[in-house]
């Protein structure tokens, strides 16, 4: 799977998000197209279109939403409005940042790695045949984490191989992703998940679903459809006068 992702070029795929907030859940749905070097992306979510470039336009995104203003908006990936109850930025479309979790996790646990990783077997998922296979964390826990300096929620999560949204959630003194301080003392959880599952397309050995539980029980879950594997984009495609767009 890791060697898998490290050979994607490009990726056009539809993908369902259901994610816990709150300790509600939301559903989104999107459509998504990803060039990976040089990373550009184009997506849509119910009627708002998404268009971002590495390089490109200040490093904000080109929205069109779908509804007030009825305007293009330039939009910052980390910022409130484009991430606003969401547990992932646009910045981790695609697999590289699911990969390199579990990377870490598997260099985390040498020798022990049959403790941690199974292989369940294999089932049929959205119509594709995959293997199944699930990582367990039973020492999965919030620990106390000492703020250095500089580092904000984004940076100390990139830094652990865990998820900053998680961290948000569970420090209700913290009010956003930079609302913290060197010293300050927060809760951060000891794994990205304490069981994660994952199914593995047999073809191209990439994961199109995935079921990633806290000790809450499920927290976010994501299934691909109709993935294509290093299709060919035209050469405006990730240009707001490519022909269909909306901008």
């Not at 992306?41 to 080109?62: C, S």
């Not at 908006?73 to 930025?89: E, F, S, Y």
């Not at 079921?211 to 060919?232: A, C, H, M, V, W």
């Amino acid at each position: 799977m890791i060697n898998a992702i490290a050979d994607v070029k490009g990726l056009k795929y539809n993908l369902k998000i259901t994610e816990r907030t709150k300790g509600k859940f939301n559903y989104f749905s999107s459509s998504v197209k990803l060039n990976r070097n040089p990373r550009k992306l184009y997506l849509t979510t119910n009627g708002i279109e998404v268009l971002w470039t590495v390089g490109a336009n200040k490093g904000d995104a080109l929205v069109k939403p779908n509804s007030f203003p009825y305007m293009n908006l330039n939009l910052d990936p980390l910022g409130n409005l484009m991430r606003d109850g969401q547990h992932h930025t646009i910045n981790e479309m695609g697999f590289d940042y699911f990969g390199n979790i579990v990377a870490y996790n598997v260099l985390k646990t040498g020798s022990n790695f049959d403790d941690y990783f199974k292989l369940e077997g294999e089932e049929i998922l959205n119509g594709k045949p995959c293997y199944k296979f699930s990582i367990n964390n039973p020492d999965f826990k919030f620990f106390d984490y000492t703020v250095l300096k500089g580092e904000n929620l984004v940076s100390i999560a990139r830094k652990l191989h865990v998820g900053e949204y998680m961290i948000l959630e569970n420090n209700k003194k913290v009010d956003g992703y930079k609302d913290v301080k060197a010293g300050q003392v927060i809760k951060v959880p000891t794994a990205y998940a304490k069981f994660v599952v994952i199914y593995l397309d047999k073809q191209l050995f990439l994961p199109v679903g995935s079921r990633i539980s806290d000790d809450k029980g499920l927290y976010e879950q994501y299934d691909y459809f109709n993935l294509q594997l290093n299709p060919t984009f035209e050469e405006n495609e990730f240009t707001r006068k490519f022909k269909g767009y909306g901008f």
